[in-house]
């Protein structure tokens, strides 16, 4: 067992990681919240006083709100929708016995370390580009009227720039999964006759519920808060306005904080409801 | 075990992985290919593939007219700054969670994860008035250190699990023949923790490479990152594909190589421990 000597020296090892975290958390956190609750434009005559929930009511109720939400709920249920169900599928074949299975993975995992200022330029001009992009010389190819991704089709534009992004990483994580299954039992599967549909449903399925589970909850935290996709694209316009970017611009395009850091609670409040079935997950794997 | 399978499913297999890899990997392909075109062949009709006067005038022109090496310096030091700032922090703590646990020890690497929830966007307007005030804005000193902080919930998780593994009656037979805290960390942690310091340094350095809210909120010309270089093609003059596509390459191509090596510990360090 430790000494009391080794727990103070622990406590002191500790003490850096904690004190920075704690202030990063507390600080900001608690102006965010001092902020909401005031009529606050730096731009427009500062600190204008106290104004009670008013900033939570009108953020809520601007014309802007049901938008952004509805906006943020197609974005990350597509993506997840798109990475899990290609993912699963993906996993199993990499799995698979084939010859350069290295490399494939290589491959499939290189979009997850591309910047996302990167990969949503070159999405948004060399594939997407009504003139010049890639589709449309495809559409035209097949003589169809090329498309304007950007504007027309913004959001399935933007889920598939996302989808690119985070495809990889289910993939990996549900190969992993995978790859721990005993194979003894798919192959007496197998033996007994099961056709690969059933195993797939009955065997590796079910296997991959955890696994998909946290894919599920780490994505959407992170799809949440995407921002430089849509930044460096839309700028939010045709209707890509999620709850982030709609807080972004309140805060820094239009400088009313008040407002913006009222939106800023509801989107910590909604990143935690999140978070908590994530972290129960991750808490009861630390017991085993 | 491997599954005995037929040399026609195996092809099969293959054929089918090959496409869809490549498939996947197209965009990086081609934006690589499409910055050794000039800019007339980048937007050529039909699209040139292979077949065309390969250049190396892109890279030059970037590099001319944009200063990439300031870039370039700034991502390197940004990121790797933040993540070595972040492992000095990280390794005591994370060794004193791993080999001294308490009753407390769980609840602090829970509430250490939750930070790691926290939206940015939440906290951007506090932190960009610290910034001001304290005259961090656009300085790599202020983008190092919110890096740092933002990172630092993962490089204590992963090197938690990486610790948990080093077998604890190993340390316990080095303390009963005598041996010092100094020693045990010096001789015995040290050696068996150095791969998983170094995985752990990696994929942090990949994250904080390509970190996109605070590099774009937080800078403005001095202290811009290669996320927030690339950003300022969004709105191009002329024809610009080529000069993108060599931006792009120079920008991905450190983090992609270094990338390959870090697929494993991909994993462990996104999922927390949670997938293994």
Aim: glycine share 6%; net charge neutral.
């Amino acid at each position: 067992m430790a000494t009391q000597h080794s727990r103070s020296a622990a406590r002191i090892m500790m003490a850096p990681a904690v004190v920075l975290l704690l202030g990063w958390m507390l600080v900001p956190l608690t102006m965010t919240l001092y902020f909401s609750f005031k009529k606050y434009l730096p731009l427009r005559g500062g600190d204008l006083g106290w104004v009670g929930f008013d900033n939570y009511v009108r953020f809520v109720s601007s014309s802007a709100f049901w938008p952004s939400v509805q906006t943020t709920l197609v974005i990350v249920g597509g993506v997840l929708l798109i990475t899990i169900i290609l993912g699963v599928l993906l996993s199993i074949l990499l799995d698979q016995p084939m010859w350069g299975q290295g490399i494939v993975r290589i491959l499939v995992i290189a979009p997850f370390f591309v910047m996302p200022t990167v990969s949503a330029l070159v999405w948004k001009n060399m594939f997407m580009d009504p003139v010049n992009g890639l589709f449309a010389h495809l559409w035209e190819a097949f003589g169809a009227q090329p498309v304007e991704w950007l504007s027309d089709a913004s959001l399935l534009s933007i889920i598939i720039i996302v989808s690119w992004q985070w495809l990889p990483f289910a993939t990996l994580i549900l190969l992993t999964a995978i790859q721990s299954l005993d194979s003894e039992q798919l192959e007496a599967a197998e033996m007994d006759g099961a056709p690969p549909l059933a195993r797939f449903g009955f065997i590796i399925l079910p296997h991959l519920s955890r696994a998909i589970t946290i894919v599920i909850l780490i994505q959407t935290i992170f799809l949440l808060a995407i921002f430089a996709e849509i930044f460096v694209t839309t700028g939010g316009a045709f209707g890509t306005r999620t709850l982030t970017y709609l807080i972004f611009q309140r805060v820094l395009e239009s400088q009313n904080v008040g407002l913006g850091s009222a939106g800023g609670v509801y989107a910590i409040i909604l990143a935690n409801i999140v978070a908590i079935f994530l972290m129960r997950i991750v808490g009861k794997n630390l017991d085993a | 075990m491997a599954r005995a399978v037929t040399p026609r499913r195996k092809t099969i297999n293959t054929l089918a992985a090959w496409a869809i890899g490549l498939l996947i990997f197209f965009p990086i392909l081609w934006t690589i290919l499409t910055s050794f075109k000039t800019e007339a062949q980048a937007i050529s009709d039909p699209p040139v593939f292979l077949f065309f006067d390969w250049t190396l005038e892109n890279y030059a022109v970037v590099q001319e007219r944009s200063d990439y090496m300031r870039f370039l310096w700034n991502s390197v030091i940004i990121a790797g700054g933040s993540t070595l700032l972040g492992i000095v922090i990280g390794v005591p703590a994370a060794w004193s969670m791993a080999f001294v646990p308490s009753k407390r020890t769980k609840d602090i690497l829970m509430w250490m994860l939750s930070t790691k929830m926290l939206p940015a966007v939440g906290v951007l307007y506090p932190i960009y008035l610290l910034f001001i005030k304290l005259g961090l804005l656009d300085t790599r000193v202020g983008l190092t250190l919110v890096l740092m902080l933002i990172n630092l919930p993962i490089i204590i998780w992963m090197l938690y699990t990486y610790f948990k593994e080093i077998p604890g009656e190993i340390l316990e037979a080095a303390r009963m023949d005598g041996a010092t805290l100094k020693e045990e960390i010096l001789y015995i942690l040290t050696p068996m923790a150095v791969p998983g310091i170094a995985s752990t340094l990696l994929l942090n350095i990949i994250l904080a490479w390509n970190e996109a809210f605070w590099t774009l909120n937080l800078t403005a010309a001095k202290a811009a990152p290669l996320t927030a270089f690339i950003a300022s093609y969004s709105s191009p003059e002329g024809l610009f594909y080529a000069k993108l596509s060599a931006a792009s390459t120079m920008a991905i191509a450190p983090i992609l190589i270094l990338g390959w090596f870090s697929q494993k510990q991909l994993v462990r360090g996104l999922t927390f421990g949670a997938v293994k």
